[in-house]
């Protein structure tokens, strides 16, 4: 269950790993947040920046209808 989410102006994030490429199969989601700052803290914390992949951290808009990526 998902608690205490504050949307700023509507938008969450979603923090995404992937490999070096950024191809699109590789994209492991890792959590929503309310800030790009909290998912950044809680990448960095849980390791997944590293030599071997990237850190994706996608803003998207509540309540609309559209493929997020």
């Known amino acids: ?20 490429w950024k ?7 890792f ?3 309310d ?7 809680q990448a960095k914390k849980q390791n997944l920046y590293n030599k071997d992949s990237e850190v994706v951290i996608h803003p998207v808009k509540i309540n609309q209808f559209a493929e997020v990526i």
């Open 35 to 41: 800030s790009f700052e909290h998912a950044n803290a």
């Open 1 to 20: 269950m998902i608690k205490n989410i504050k949307a700023v102006n509507g938008i969450l994030y979603l923090l995404y790993q992937t490999d070096v």
């Open 31 to 33: 959590g929503v947040f």
């Open 23 to 29: 191809s699109k199969s590789s994209y492991v989601c």
